[in-house]
């Protein structure tokens, strides 16, 4: 048996060409195929058989034993090659198919939604026509976007929607019964629909009206002599494909429109791309094609200014995702034509380029001869290129990875953008643009504050040999400090709170980076930032943060360990360290953050290269803290006062060593600090110097020699206190030449220390200069002192409480002393500064007396417990 199928397509064909069988009969086996039957008939000619077996066999069992008897049926759809001769003699019978183009597929598609409005309009189903309306809305868009005319279907659609919709309210408004509330909507809404499309084509729609026929004749021919012309003849096998030579033969855009780009028509190109310009289905890397041969083809100085503004804002618009950042190639070219645009404005004083000006022609050029006072005035913004082109060299440093070759290539970059931010200062100086000045100076502070001299110097020499300079260099003004005050004090005289902020902070950063604390200081506490900070931006905040850090470690790298203490407190208290510095995200165990939360979270991260080292930070808060607290410690007699700390993060470590069993050789940061601590309770200076100075952090610190060397002249310092407090109830006497000998410190310097202590009444002793040894005092305080003290201290702090929880009551953030009640008021005050000092004597009286805030507290708020207080001293 011998089965032959028939199929009209193998590949792209639409036709529903059904299979047809053919076979000599299962039941006469004898029966030989005919001598002229060609041998390749025997084989499939196509694999596409789907039957089953029972409907072949039944099939089979209904044809006939002679093929010639059945007609051949005649194939339909695409012509197709056939390796029998039967196939080639239907093929040369077959006539030429056209293959529709882009253009009339849109057209079938826009009468196939136009038929199923109609379709609504007659069962009144207001819901399928509004929708389909907003289909065919898009359709036109798309016809729109690819410069094709409006079809007069669509007119006549509108037209006929015009008076549906109108019949429809009216027969709305008479009827009892109301339609459903769904269907009332989109009626409604489709009113406005069509109101809007009238607005947008009133002027073809008035010209269909006046006349139909024509305005179809005038659409016909106008899709006839814009349609591309291939020449394209298919031969008879479907290979050979000529296209007849055309010496007008010129590139065609979408949807078969030729693109003719001239000097003369630069402005019309300019306005189509830019009304094409963020729009759906606009190709923006054609339109950067289009603007790039336009710049060729500008040959005036307003026509060039236009076709940059318009090409740079399209190299912005090509990356439209917020979470990555921009091509670097992209990046490059824009950089390149925002200097090109600078130039051509600084070099052109008749041209002006500024955000706010009077509405004129876009397609007419203009000169300065054409304009009143001899000025062209562009719509547009330089500086919103700078600060596009800045946020988007941080965020690409943001999305690559720090560690990689990459990054410094990238970083290479800065150098470049750098001097595009001098070059748009000093444009800005010579049109005396205040605001945008403002902002072009305060991004090329953000450059340099936070840098060493050597990198603002190599920022620096772009600008001087480029041809447009700033009034402010680094010639000018001699050294990186003197660049970075005048830019900050051109800052200060400007309106804008936040420039004046964020350049106070910069100042700050910067005098805290080499090394002038005292200035930095100053400056902060004068500016009172620190009582506002709290309502600023969040990348003000994290600029705060930064400065406060820095201005610890300038502290700590000073030698000034209690300032540095201080300061680095509050940073530390938090436990959230890197998310304060921008420079981590903090992940919190019963918190999640959310898709939106994350996002910020990350783009408001600062790059790698400006990070400033937590684990260099948390070495320099922990060996202050370890300064501070170890001698406190050994000072304080009551359990119930060694439990007030001040610093709860080292004292949290502290604990938690000294529960463990076992302590092995130290590893981490923390390891060392910790074991020194305990050398130093243990007056072991040596092995606490020792393990300080061998962390390996402190060569990232600038001078780490010198460091290293202020922290072992302070380890024996403090070591000489707690030995002091620790063992000066086993003495009577003590020399002073053994003291300085122990501590390998100068007469000179112990005689110093011991002073100081004696005088704060932090030691009650007395010391015999001609002996040269220190008398120690011996003081029993009785139990109703001590009892006494108690009762101040728990006063103290119900003080204290009680005070705070009025404040958050009433809403006021002032102190106790800050309330204006007449004198009671001020003797508060006096009192609660009293009992708030923070000097010294803070570290407790004299030795075995009273001691402390409880004492000082007790002196201010009577006479009768001050009495007390004096016969404890």
Same mark, same amino acid.
């Given at each position: 048996m011998?089965?032959?199928?028939?199929?009209? /397509?193998?590949?792209?064909?639409?036709?529903?060409?059904?299979?047809?069988?053919?076979?000599?009969?299962?039941?006469?086996?004898?029966?030989?195929?005919?001598?002229?039957?060609?041998?390749?008939?025997?084989? #499939?000619?196509?694999?596409?058989?789907?039957?089953?077996?029972?409907?072949?066999?039944?099939?089979?069992?209904?044809?006939?034993?002679?093929?010639?008897? &059945?007609?051949?049926?005649?194939? $339909?759809? !695409?012509?197709?090659r056939s390796d029998s001769e039967e196939s080639e003699s239907e093929e040369e019978d077959r006539q030429g198919i056209r293959i529709i183009s882009a253009q009339e597929r849109r057209l079938a598609e826009m009468e196939g939604t136009g038929k199923a409005i109609e379709n609504g309009l007659k069962i009144n189903d207001w819901v399928s026509i509004s929708n389909e309306f907003d289909k065919l809305a898009r359709m036109i868009q798309r016809q729109h976007n690819v410069s094709e005319p409006i079809p007069p279907f669509y007119l006549k659609t509108l037209i006929s929607l015009e008076t549906s919709v109108a019949s429809a309210i009216a027969k709305e408004k008479e009827a009892k019964k109301k339609m459903n509330a769904t269907n009332a909507k989109a009626l409604?809404?489709?009113?406005?629909?069509?109101?809007?499309?009238?607005? *947008?084509?009133?002027?073809?729609?008035?010209?269909?009206?006046?006349?139909?026929?024509?305005?179809?004749?005038?659409?016909?021919?106008? &899709?006839?002599?814009?349609?591309?012309? $291939? /020449?394209?003849a298919k031969t008879t096998n479907g290979d050979a494909i000529d296209v007849d030579g055309n010496e007008d033969f010129r590139p065609v855009g979408r949807g078969g429109r030729s693109v003719a780009l001239t000097a003369e028509g630069i402005f019309k190109s300019l306005k189509s791309v830019q009304e094409a310009r963020g729009k759906k289905n606009t190709d923006r890397g054609e339109q950067i094609r289009i603007l790039e041969k336009l710049l060729e083809l500008a040959t005036t100085t307003y026509q060039r200014i236009r076709v940059l503004l318009a090409l740079i804002s399209s190299r912005f618009d090509y990356n439209s995702s917020a979470s990555s950042y921009m091509p670097t190639e992209l990046w490059i070219s824009a950089q390149n034509e925002v200097d090109q645009l600078v130039a051509v404005v600084a070099s052109n004083p008749a041209y002006i380029v500024q955000e706010l000006t009077e509405d004129y022609d876009e397609l007419v050029e203009r000169s300065p001869a054409t304009e009143k006072d001899g000025i062209v005035r562009i719509r547009g913004s330089i500086i919103s290129f700078i600060d596009r082109l800045d946020d988007e060299f941080t965020k690409s440093l943001q999305n690559i990875d720090p560690h990689g070759t990459e990054y410094v290539d990238r970083l290479k970059d800065e150098k470049t953008l750098y001097s595009t931010v001098c070059r748009a200062q000093a444009f800005y100086e010579q049109t005396k643009q205040d605001d945008p000045l403002s902002r072009v100076v305060m991004r090329r502070l953000e450059h340099i504050y936070s840098k060493p001299d050597a990198v603002v110097q190599a920022l620096e020499s772009s600008t001087e040999s480029a041809d447009i300079k700033p009034s402010i260099t680094l010639a000018s003004k001699g050294s990186t400090t003197g660049l970075i005050h005048s830019l900050c004090v051109h800052l200060y005289r400007t309106g804008n709170s936040l420039h004046r902020t964020r350049a106070m902070l910069s100042h700050i950063y910067h005098y805290a980076l080499i090394n002038d604390f005292h200035t930095a200081r100053d400056?902060?506490?004068?500016?009172? @930032? +620190?009582?506002?900070?709290?309502?600023?931006d969040v990348a003000t905040q994290i600029l705060y943060n930064r400065t406060v850090v820095q201005l610890g470690l300038s502290a700590f790298r000073s030698g000034m360990i209690k300032e540095a203490q201080s300061t680095l407190l509050d940073i530390f208290t938090t436990q959230r360290v890197k998310e304060l510095l921008a420079q981590g995200v903090h992940q919190q165990r019963y918190q999640v953050l959310t898709p939106e939360q994350e996002k910020a979270e990350k783009q408001r991260q600062l790059p790698f290269h400006m990070h400033i080292n937590t684990e260099l930070l948390e070495a320099a808060f922990l060996v202050s803290s370890m300064l501070v607290e170890i001698p406190l410690l050994a000072s304080i007699d009551s359990e119930e006062l060694k439990r007030k700390a001040i610093s709860k993060p080292f004292r949290r470590l502290l604990d938690f060593a000294d529960r463990q069993v076992f302590t092995g050789p130290p590893e981490s940061t923390r390891d060392h600090i910790m074991q020194a601590s305990k050398a130093l309770q243990d007056g072991e200076w040596e092995r606490c110097r020792d393990l300080v100075q061998s962390i390996k952090i402190w060569s990232l610190m600038p001078e780490a020699a010198s460091v290293k060397e202020m922290l072992a002249k302070r380890i024996q310092e403090q070591g000489l206190r707690t030995y002091l407090f $620790?063992?000066?109830?086993?003495?009577? $006497?003590?020399?002073?030449? !053994? #003291?300085?000998?122990?501590?390998? @410190?100068?007469?000179?310097?112990?005689?110093?220390?011991?002073?100081?202590?004696?005088?704060?009444? *932090? @030691?009650?002793?007395?010391?015999? +200069?001609?002996?040269?040894?220190?008398?120690?005092?011996?003081?029993?305080?009785?139990? +109703?002192?001590?009892?006494? !003290? &108690?009762?101040? *201290?728990?006063?103290?702090?119900?003080?204290?409480?009680?005070?705070k929880a009025l404040d958050a009551k009433l809403g006021t953030s002032g102190g106790w002393g800050d309330r204006a009640d007449g004198k009671t008021g001020e003797k508060r005050g006096e009192q609660v500064q009293e009992r708030r000092g923070r000097g010294d004597r803070t570290r407790g009286g004299s030795r075995g007396g009273a001691r402390g805030r409880g004492a000082r507290f007790a002196q201010g708020l009577g006479n009768q417990m001050g009495h007390t207080s004096q016969r404890a001293g």
């Open positions: 011998s089965r032959f199928f028939k199929q009209a /397509g193998d590949s792209d064909s639409d036709s529903d060409e059904s299979e047809e069988l053919m076979s000599s009969g299962d039941e006469a086996p004898q029966a030989k195929p005919s001598g002229s039957k060609p041998a390749m008939s025997r084989f #499939l000619r196509t694999a596409g058989s789907d039957s089953d077996s029972s409907d072949s066999d039944s099939d089979s069992d209904e044809d006939s034993d002679s093929d010639s008897d &059945i007609p051949k049926p005649k194939k $339909t759809g !695409l012509p197709l409604n809404s489709m009113k406005q629909k069509v109101r809007k499309a009238f607005r *947008e084509h009133a002027e073809d729609i008035v010209k269909y009206q006046a006349d139909p026929e024509k305005f179809e004749r005038e659409y016909t021919a106008l &899709i006839t002599r814009d349609a591309p012309t $291939t /020449g394209a400056m902060l506490l004068m500016s009172h @930032l +620190q009582e506002s900070i709290h309502s600023a $620790t063992y000066a109830p086993h003495y009577n $006497t003590l020399s002073l030449s !053994l #003291l300085a000998q122990t501590f390998s @410190l100068p007469l000179r310097s112990v005689t110093s220390i011991v002073s100081k202590m004696i005088w704060s009444e *932090e @030691l009650a002793a007395s010391l015999d +200069q001609s002996s040269g040894c220190i008398v120690f005092h011996r003081m029993e305080v009785t139990r +109703q002192q001590q009892l006494a !003290l &108690i009762i101040a *201290e728990k006063v103290s702090a119900m003080a204290e409480q009680n005070e």
